[in-house]
């Protein structure tokens, strides 16, 4: 085996001079947390922060068939994408498991731009290659744009002072085009963090610039920088699903519960049969969201989960609220065991502590 | 990072205070800050008798468990209870009110297998 080749985004020295730890993430060397864990989550969910994302992939498909050919690459219904929309979506493998859960929009009326895990960005680019028709471009256009995610409740405020003087913002999913220092820069009103707020995508070249600048206006609406420890707490508290752990090739998007955004009823598409199967016969297992209902040692991935003395299944994320202050996590169990309200109990060092399946997300805005 | 001149260290990175026939563990500042927050800690049961390098006592971040190990052999004779309601005290004194466990030891030339603070200096540095 070769050694993997760490890589870094253009904001790595900006993580650097403001003291953070950084991780290794995919392969990437990416900012773990700048102040720490919860000070930053609780900073999301009450004023704004600015994540770097810009390890995460960026393709552009284009051509007169574009569309009818990513509705039978994707799970969600393309071709309901009006000009400057996204949807979520998946890629699934020829069993009906996931390959990627990715954002994929409209930029134009041949023209989509999808956005995909870092990990995943060149398994899903062959797997796109390998199913493309001549006639279409398919560009992995990644080594070429930064991208950061703004979230939290002031983040309208936020673009109002930074981009918004004579122009509105995207609504909710949609995706549009602003000017900043003679670049073109891509503004999506989307999130993994379930706040309202930006993703932005950018060329490479103008990263410190525009971080800086960000960081500045911020300010003023008590934005701090932000890691990927933040970023996964804040997506577990609203059971939003991490690829790799949530979702994997083995587990389909129905099995997760994330049926919304699977359109059986549209043309043909890659891994349908499966699902059709799945949806007729019910899924075998499902994920469902767990709250510990005691304080004590949080659930973590792969810890062993019980119905009444028997293994139901297990843990596929875990960690400690920030928010609710309590163990929360994602399993898959067994379809019968996992109603919401029952509870079940988390093998913990050998140590059985009580859960409740709970409704998703876990976490409610107040 | 701080690093005591007066204490003992381990290469898994706890501190060991010298009280007599006792010595005082915790986890050192340098792990406090790679663990990030903490937010449970399992303290060890009284009495129990363990070898070195067992674990003994879990520290658990937002990010991961980790297993924390008696530096030589010898029985529990007190944990640090106040860790259960304010798991956060190994972050903000990780030397001080931040301790683990006491453990009587069984052979005092044991702590020769430990590092003193420069060796331990050089190690996380």
């Known amino acids: 085996m070769l050694a993997e080749v760490l890589k870094t985004t253009p904001l790595k020295d900006e993580h650097v001079k403001l003291g953070a730890k950084m991780v290794l993430f995919g392969g990437w060397l990416m900012p773990l947390q700048y102040s720490g864990i919860v000070d930053e989550h609780r900073t999301v969910r009450s004023a704004i922060g600015m994540f770097d994302i810009s390890h995460m992939g960026q393709f552009i498909v284009s051509g007169n068939t574009a569309r009818d050919w990513l509705n039978r690459m994707l799970t969600n219904n393309v071709a309901k994408l009006g000009l400057g929309t996204g949807q979520y979506t998946f890629l699934l493998n020829d069993r009906g498991g996931v390959i990627d859960d990715l954002i994929v929009y409209r930029t134009g009326d041949a023209e989509f731009f999808l956005v995909v895990n870092a990990a995943r960005v060149d398994e899903d680019f062959g797997w796109l290659q390998k199913h493309k028709p001549s006639d279409l471009e398919l560009r992995n256009c990644s080594p070429h744009f930064g991208a950061i995610a703004i979230q939290g409740p002031r983040a309208a405020e936020f673009f109002r002072a930074w981009l918004g003087n004579d122009r509105e913002a995207p609504v909710r999913n949609q995706i549009a085009n602003f000017t900043l220092s003679d670049n073109t820069i891509s503004v999506a009103r989307t999130g993994y963090t379930g706040e309202d707020g930006f993703e932005v995508f950018f060329p490479t070249k103008i990263a410190t610039e525009l971080w800086l600048g960000a960081l500045a206006i911020g300010g003023k609406f008590g934005m701090k920088p932000c890691g990927l420890g933040a970023r996964d707490t804040l997506r577990l508290e609203m059971c939003y699903p991490l690829n790799g752990s949530d979702l994997s090739p083995d587990r389909n998007p129905l099995e997760a519960g994330l049926g919304l955004f699977v359109d059986l009823e549209k043309p043909d598409f890659i891994g349908r049969a499966p699902l059709h199967e799945t949806k007729t016969k019910g899924p075998q297992e499902r994920l469902i969201a767990l709250k510990m209902k005691e304080k004590g040692p949080p659930p973590r991935p792969h810890y062993p989960v019980f119905a009444n003395g028997n293994r139901v299944g297990e843990m596929t994320s875990g960690t400690l609220s920030p928010s609710l202050n309590i163990g929360i996590g994602l399993a898959y169990v067994s379809a019968a065991a996992g109603k919401i309200g029952t509870v079940l109990e988390v093998e913990i060092r050998g140590q059985k502590f009580p859960a409740t399946i709970e409704k998703k997300p876990l976490y409610k805005k107040s | ?125």
């Not at chain 2, 701080?2 to 010298?18: F, G």
């Not at chain 2, 190990?69 to 860790?83: E, F, M, Q, R, S």
């Not at chain 2, 001080?96 to 297998?113: A, C, M, Q, S, Y």
């Open chain 2, 1 to 125: 990072m701080n690093v005591p001149d007066a204490l003992l260290y381990t290469e898994s990175h706890e501190w060991i205070k010298r009280e007599g026939e006792n010595i005082r563990v915790g986890i050192t500042d340098h792990a406090q800050a790679e663990l990030t927050d903490v937010v449970f800690v399992e303290i060890p049961k009284m009495g129990r008798t363990v070898n070195a390098k067992e674990a003994l006592a879990v520290v658990e971040s937002v990010k991961a468990a980790s297993d924390i190990y008696a530096p030589v052999k010898g029985t529990v004779i007190d944990a640090n209870k106040a860790l259960e309601a304010n798991p956060a005290l190994i972050n903000t004194d990780p030397y001080g009110e931040g301790w683990i466990f006491v453990l009587k030891i069984d052979n005092p030339e044991d702590l020769k297998t430990l590092k003193d603070a420069a060796a331990y200096k050089q190690q996380t540095s």
